[in-house]
């Protein structure tokens, strides 16, 4: 086993078929596969349900503050769109922020990592400020 300590994540689909969450990756197995915490110690990121990939977070997330109600629309290549909120901005050690998102399973991640399309906004953003290729969010539907 070989630790991994170059900012490796496995990457998720959420539940929702959607959403992408990422969990890092601890270290690499003899065999290349990588390994991931989980609920009884390490496993192949492979063998958890939704895998769909590892990336590589080159500057480190050294603090975090609250999400402050912000929100981020997504689009898949399919054109499926979905909104998450977004829970937590990372501050990464070169002073960039960012957004953080949690599913059902609490694992969270970048929302904006492998989505076609994306746009952070924050609820009470004004009509004057729309129109920067998204429509303006849609009211809740019961």
């Excluded at 990756?25 to 003899?30: C, N």
């Excluded at 004004?126 to 129109?131: K, N, P, R, T, V």
């Amino acid at each position: 086993m070989i630790p991994s300590k170059d900012g490796y994540f496995a990457l998720y689909n959420n539940s929702d078929g959607h959403s992408i969450r990422s969990r890092p990756i601890i270290a690499w197995d003899d065999e290349g596969d990588a390994l991931v915490v989980g609920s009884h110690g390490l496993k192949t990121a492979g063998s958890i349900a939704g895998f769909s990939g590892i990336t590589r977070h080159a500057v480190p997330v050294v603090a975090a503050v609250p999400g402050g109600g912000w929100l981020v629309d997504c689009a898949d290549e399919d054109g499926n769109s979905w909104t998450d909120r977004i829970v937590a901005w990372g501050i990464q050690a070169d002073g960039t922020a960012r957004p953080i998102t949690t599913d059902p399973d609490g694992v969270t991640g970048d929302p904006t990592e492998s989505v076609a399309k994306c746009r952070i906004y924050h609820p009470d953003t004004s009509a004057a400020d729309e129109g920067r290729g998204w429509p303006a969010p849609a009211a809740a539907s019961s």
